[in-house]
T-cell receptor
Framework: DVKVTQSSRYLVKRTGEKVFLECVQD?????MFWYRQDPGLGLRLIYF???????EKGDIPEGYSVSREKKERFSLILESASTNQTSMYLC???????????????FGEGSWLTVV | GENVEQHPSTLSVQEGDSAVIKCTYS??????FPWYKQELGKRPQLIID?????GEKKDQRIAVTLNKTAKHFSLHITETQPEDSAVYFC???????????FGQGTTLQVKP
């Protein structure tokens, strides 16, 4: 059974703080993703990575960065948290797919971040 | 750019009725179309998916249909039950293999 683990479920941070959200998967998946979920906006892709040290911008990368030093771990970094980054963050992973041919994405439990 | 539109945003049905959720996608090269169900406070989980070489797929009370010419696909739930109440997301593959573009989500409420 695929397991995607997000280390923090609930966080409260102050404006301007640096925030790290950690994600680990145990299925040797090449692809890892960070999504943001907001009511009425669905799941929006922030960044994704298809290999160690590789990263690609998603639809809403501004204000975020990522790090993938090991295949199983993908970190989302908020360099200076702002109130408009209050949201639910979902990490996910999948096997590498060919162009436009995807594979099942498995999600973590989510991290609820509140920036005050 | 890549886009997936999902309708309706909310759907309320009586237990036992059918529910239909529709999605359209923009990239004609998309070949994989999954549907995810997210119960309150939980992670989205895959419930059914379809690839472009298939027009319809069924799994017990849920089915998905795909019209590649019109670039739309739909989720059908028959004999709905209260435990079907959740947020449902459709998705389609983007230009880079493995990347999924999600719809905005549909909140389904099944009234007992």
């Amino acid at each position: 059974d695929v397991k995607v683990t997000q280390s923090s479920r609930y966080l409260v941070k102050r404006t301007g703080e640096k925030v790290f959200l950690e994600c680990v998967q145990d299925m040797d998946h090449e692809n890892m993703f960070w999504y943001r979920q907001d009511p009425g906006l669905g799941l929006r892709l922030i960044y994704f990575s298809y290999d160690v040290k590789m990263k690609e911008k998603g639809d809403i990368p501004e204000g975020y960065s990522v790090s993938r030093e090991k295949k199983e771990r993908f970190s989302l970094i908020l360099e200076s948290a702002s109130t408009n980054q209050t949201s639910m963050y979902l990490c996910a992973s999948s096997l590498l797919g060919r162009r436009a041919l995807g594979n099942t994405i498995y999600f973590g439990e989510g991290s609820w971040l509140t920036v005050v | 750019g890549e886009n997936v539109e999902q309708h309706p945003s909310t759907l309320s049905v009586q237990e036992g009725d059918s529910a239909v959720i529709k999605c359209t996608y923009s990239d004609s090269a998309s070949n994989y179309f999954p549907w995810y169900k997210q119960e309150l406070g939980k992670r989205p989980q895959l419930i059914i998916d379809i690839r472009s070489n298939v027009g319809e797929k069924k799994d017990q009370r849920i089915a998905v249909t795909l019209n590649k010419t019109a670039k739309h696909f739909s989720l059908h739930i028959t004999e709905t039950q209260p435990e079907d109440s959740a947020v449902y997301f459709c998705a389609a593959t983007g230009l880079i293999g493995g990347k999924l573009i999600f719809g905005q989500g549909t909140t389904l409420q099944v009234k007992p």
